[in-house]
């Protein structure tokens, strides 16, 4: 038996959120939460190479200069796409999914170094410890009040909180809400220069392309209320950008500051009561 560097360590995947775990509990934490689900036919986990061996591959594509996103075929966990931001100062590679391999490694590295891999929150974790692993281990940063949610704890995961500029003009802050740590990635020069905001699930671009969700659950439709919902969309109005990108494909791509106000107020009016059966 090979005993390398790739596969002395053993770590399994689950299969619906496809965030690793160095232990196979009954069932994964994360999943068995009220923000997400297990599925009826029971808990699942795999490997990596279970996964390689299923037919699973990683792609990269370009979104718009210096942004790309990282995709698997068929799609890993939830399906969630990745960012990967190239600066002068390196690359951040933001809600990594739970698969890769060796072409989509190569490619990223091809771009330049990576130099921190980050999460927007727990669901979106995938097999960020094992990303770092393979492409020259990066530190891996986790929001300190979700630290908890770790399934596969390293000593290349460090802690964070509040504001953390990663290189210049790529900054992390956490307006909260769907998790206590939840994170947006705001990279300055994005959008020719107009700013982007790389959203997680702290709120979520709709597929009207016009408006922007402010969920605690989303696949279980569990809303975050009034006063949650204006502290999270009074952090992002402290930010300049015009473009938002969702952890999908899913994107504002104009406009996307007045977007989050605009769909700040009617869901904070529909949480209080203001509506009624209108229409
Ligand atoms: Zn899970
Ligand atoms: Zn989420």
């Given at each position: ?30 999943c068995a939460d009220e923000r997400q689900w297990v599925p009826a036919s029971g808990q699942a986990w795999a490997t990596l190479e279970e996964l390689a061996d299923e037919g699973y591959a990683a792609h990269l ?84 009040s979700d630290v908890h949610w770790l399934g596969r704890p390293d000593p290349v995961v460090e802690t964070w909180k509040g504001t953390l500029e990663l290189t210049p003009g790529l900054t992390l802050s956490q ?105």
């Amino acid at each position: 038996m090979r005993l390398d560097h790739d596969r002395a360590v053993t770590f399994w995947i689950c299969r619906t959120c496809g965030v690793e775990h160095s232990e196979r509990p009954d069932v994964c934490a994360i999943c068995a939460d009220e923000r997400q689900w297990v599925p009826a036919s029971g808990q699942a986990w795999a490997t990596l190479e279970e996964l390689a061996d299923e037919g699973y591959a990683a792609h990269l594509t370009t979104l718009e200069p210096d942004l790309y996103a990282v995709t698997s075929t068929p799609n890993a966990g939830i399906g969630q796409q990745s960012k990967l931001v190239r600066t002068p100062d390196g690359s951040v590679l933001w809600d990594p999914i739970g698969f890769l391999d060796e072409p989509v490694v190569q490619q990223i590295l091809a771009l330049g170094p990576v130099v921190a891999i980050v999460a927007s929150h727990p669901h979106m974790y995938g097999v960020q410890v094992e990303w770092s692993r393979r492409l020259g281990n990066p530190r891996v940063l986790v929001a300190e009040s979700d630290v908890h949610w770790l399934g596969r704890p390293d000593p290349v995961v460090e802690t964070w909180k509040g504001t953390l500029e990663l290189t210049p003009g790529l900054t992390l802050s956490q307006p909260g809400g769907h998790f206590p740590g939840s994170a947006v990635l705001h990279w300055a020069a994005g959008a020719e220069g107009r700013g982007v905001l790389l959203a997680g699930d702290t709120v979520f671009a709709n597929p009207d392309r016009r408006s922007v969700a402010f969920m605690r659950s989303y696949p279980n439709h569990l809303p975050l209320s009034a006063a949650v919902a204006e502290r999270v969309a009074a952090h992002l109005e402290e930010l300049a950008f015009d473009r938002l990108y969702g952890n999908f494909a899913n994107v504002i791509d104009r406009d996307a500051r007045a977007v989050v106000r605009r769909s700040a107020d009617r869901h904070i009016a529909w949480v209080r009561g203001d509506h009624d059966d209108l229409t």
